[in-house]
């Protein structure tokens, strides 16, 4: 079964500081991959997917993403950490086959800025 | 607004009870998945239907069932409830049953078991 994994529960930036939020996935085969977001007492929503046409994935509100094979990472990025960002963030991965996938998410982590 | 409602948004019952969370997809959207969330277990995957038909099970209690109907609306029902049954249920739905297709979550309904 695919998993991922997401280094630190939480992290804390300032305001105007990059943020590094990390993912590392297990996969045997060219993996979904995908980061969503969680704002308090609200659904998930998606801020960006791995579509296999480029290693770079740029998402929504500023947020991007690497996709590295040889270190099967799926890194979340952003330059410049704004108030608004503070929120729960999630990796995940998507396994199955034609008859029905499933997204599997990672335990998260929680991003605080700092002002 | 990600055109998934969930339905009630907060539920509090006793144990031994049993509940029905109900949640309408998005306009379109064929496959709808059910989550648990909670802070011990993270965000667990339950089940996933498509176009009435249940496609991919995750772990998903046997106190715990689904369906999706016609209308495409599905419904959770959850019985003999247990205190760690406390948790946030999300419903989510999708357009297809592609793997690269994103999920669109509802804002969950928060179940209360006392």
């Known amino acids: 079964a695919q998993s991922v994994t997401q280094l630190g529960s939480h992290v804390s930036v300032s305001e105007g500081a990059l943020v590094l939020l990390r993912c590392n996935y297990s996969?045997?085969?060219?993996?979904?991959l995908f980061w969503y977001v969680q704002y308090p007492n609200q659904g998930l929503q998606l801020l960006l997917k791995?579509?296999?046409?480029?290693?770079l994935v740029k998402g929504i509100n500023g947020f991007e993403a690497e996709f590295k094979k040889s270190e099967t990472s799926f890194h979340l990025t952003k330059p410049s950490a704004h108030m608004s960002d503070a929120a729960e963030y999630f990796c995940?991965?998507?396994?199955?086959?034609?008859?029905?996938?499933?997204?599997?998410f990672g335990a998260g982590t929680r991003l605080f800025v700092k002002a | 607004d990600s055109g998934v409602t969930q339905t009630p948004k907060h539920l509090i019952t006793a144990t031994g009870q049993r509940v029905t969370l109900r949640c309408s997809p998005r306009?379109?959207?064929?496959?709808v998945y059910w989550y648990q969330q909670s802070l011990d277990q993270g965000l667990q995957f339950l089940i996933q239907?498509?176009?009435?038909?249940?496609?991919a099970k995750g772990n998903i209690l046997e106190r715990f069932s689904a369906q999706q109907f016609p209308d495409l609306h599905s419904e959770l029902n959850l019985s003999s409830l247990e205190l760690g049954d406390s948790a946030l249920y999300f419903c989510?739905?999708?357009?297809?049953?592609?793997?690269?297709?994103?999920?669109?979550f509802g804002n969950g309904t928060r179940l209360t078991v006392t």
């Open positions: 989510a739905s999708s357009a297809s049953t592609t793997g690269n297709s994103p999920l669109h």
């Open positions: 996969s045997s085969v060219p993996p979904y």
């Open positions: 791995y579509t296999s046409a480029a290693t």
């Open positions: 995940a991965v998507s396994e199955g086959n034609t008859g029905g996938f499933k997204t599997i």
């Open positions: 306009s379109g959207d064929l496959s």
């Open positions: 239907y498509y176009n009435g038909e249940e496609r």
